[in-house]
């Protein structure tokens, strides 16, 4: 019985971080081949939200409390950046009306 616990917990383990794995992909994906400024801001958010699982999967597996506590501080960042990158979005709209990032890139100069 315990040999069957053992072997389902690293089954649903290995389920979870291939789940968070494929997460982070799609949001690096998206943000990389995306030129709305919305949409990266979104994928940023996924994979934000794909190493929060990956942390919850790890501390429940070990049966240790560090990988939520860590989740709480990836959630307070993630709402942190949102707000910032609202706000940014919103600035650079009502100067520019596009959100398409090729066309903001003269503020590198």
Known sequence: ??????????????????????LFVIGLVGFLSRRNLIVMF?????????????????GRYYYDFSGQ???IFILTVAAAEAALALALVVLLFRR????????WRDLSE
């Not at 040999?3 to 979870?16: M, N, V």
């Not at 979104?42 to 790890?58: G, N, R, S, Y």
């Not at 520019?96 to 066309?103: H, I, Q, W, Y």
């Open 1 to 22: 019985m315990i040999l069957l616990a053992s072997a389902f917990g690293q089954l649903a383990l290995a389920h979870y971080l291939l789940l968070s794995g494929v």
């Open 42 to 58: 979104l994928c940023t958010e996924l994979m934000f939200q794909a190493a929060a699982i990956a942390f919850v999967a790890v």
């Open 69 to 71: 506590v860590f989740v």
């Open 96 to 103: 520019k009306p596009t959100l398409n990032a090729e066309d």
